[in-house]
């Protein structure tokens, strides 16, 4: 069989579609560009569903803006000829500071995307985050991905199907159980409403021409039918209450709160991550109910609107923390550099999410670790030409005043 290897990864190059994805991604030079190349390939709507965040989606973009506006502030004359990108996270190693966010529903863009990008992360030698809203199982993830896995539980008002998702998840060796914490109710994702975007979905004449206009998309969900979320299948449709909430936080429990989360930490026996802290004063709590790690975070701009950017928030809750357990940051991640800027405000790591998602929509597997090569690639560069040789070298004081 004839092949090319992409980034460590093998492509048969003898069909057409496999020469057009080996174009499209050798042509992609940054995490924007492989963007670019998702949103050509999906419907709109699809597309917005992934891209979009909350209202006026004023936290998306600050996201970004706080790491763009950031400076670093470079040392010459050191040699960095060797740079090592190595440290570890729970006493484990990582080949760079880095892990995979949680994202829902990657097989509506890309079927078998969970899959693709877990694999992608065991790859590149660092950690996988499972969603509880994703198109693969707890089982399908743990079999076909031997990596690092963590499972991220989102509080369903269904307590049962709750424990036992947690419990499949320790069967399966899962190493960490994450609970996202800043999701009470459902974000107002106004593009999704635009698009007239419902799970299931379904043809509306507000968006069938998105879907005619990508007819290779749509061949692939006619045929074989779009994926399901297979943790949520079943679940009871709770009651309407006429408000414009979009339907992916229609299973959550806004009622789940510290005591609960203390009982959730005596029933897992493995490593606790709270993921979506923004606020200093909820280190200290989450501390005493013993969790393992905290992940900044603002759901990358999804929820609630006009929340602090993540890097502007890390500084206060790393030194809240004061080094007692790692904190991580998700949110606004697109280049090798904003991981040193992360590092260097505090984070013992970052979390990417749209980063290997938009690969993913783009090329599967093989843009997953296109957007990875390209994170470790620039993260590489930037510590070099800031005369940096090891993550411990990362300090504060890289960082302009």
């Given at each position: ?43 709109r709507g699809i597309f917005d569903f992934y891209d979009g965040g909350a209202d006026d989606e004023c936290t998306l973009a600050d996201n970004r803006a706080a790491f763009r506006r950031t400076r670093l502030v470079p040392r010459v004359l050191r040699d960095v000829s060797s740079v090592d990108l190595t440290t570890t996270l729970f006493g484990e190693p990582l080949r ?306």
């Open positions: 069989m004839k092949s090319t290897v992409l980034i460590g990864v093998e492509c048969d190059t003898r069909t057409p579609s496999a020469i057009k994805m080996h174009s499209t991604l050798h042509a992609c030079h940054s995490i924007d560009q492989l963007r670019q190349a998702a949103q050509v390939r999906l419907p760079m500071p880095l892990a995979i966010a949680p994202t829902g529903g990657v097989g509506f863009g890309w079927r078998g995307g969970d899959v693709a990008i877990a694999q992608a992360a065991t790859s590149f030698g660092i950690p996988y985050t499972l969603s509880t809203s994703a198109t693969a199982s707890i089982e399908d993830v743990a079999a076909q991905a031997p990596g690092r896995r963590w499972f991220q539980a989102y509080v369903l008002q269904d307590k049962a199907r709750l424990a036992a998702l947690i419990e499949r998840a320790r069967a399966m060796e899962y190493e960490a159980l994450m609970i996202t914490v800043d999701l009470a109710v459902g974000g107002k994702r106004e593009r999704d409403f635009v698009n007239g975007l419902t799970f299931p979905m379904k043809l509306t004449r507000r968006n069938i021409w998105q879907f005619v206009a990508k007819p290779r998309w749509s061949l692939d969900m006619l045929l074989h039918k779009p994926p399901v979320m297979p943790h949520l299948v079943g679940l009871a449709q709770p009651p309407s209450e006429g408000s414009a909430v979009h339907t992916p936080g229609r299973h959550y429990d806004p009622a789940f709160d510290l005591e609960q989360l203390k009982s959730l930490r005596d029933r897992w026996p493995g490593r606790l991550i709270v993921k979506g802290i923004s606020h200093p004063g909820d280190v200290a709590p989450l501390l005493d109910v013993g969790v393992d790690a905290l992940v900044v975070s603002n759901h990358g701009g999804r929820q609630l609107d006009t929340t602090i950017a993540t890097l502007d928030a890390l500084p206060a809750i790393a030194q809240a923390v004061n080094g007692r357990i790692p904190v991580l940051l998700d949110g606004g991640i697109r280049r090798g550099n904003d991981i040193v800027k992360a590092l260097a405000l505090g984070a013992s790591a970052v979390m990417v999410g749209r980063a290997t998602l938009y690969g993913a929509l783009a090329a599967g597997h093989e843009g997953a670790c296109r957007a990875l090569w390209l994170l470790q690639d620039e993260f590489r560069r930037t510590m070099q030409l800031c005369g940096l040789t090891r993550i411990a070298d990362i300090r504060r004081d890289l960082i302009a005043s």
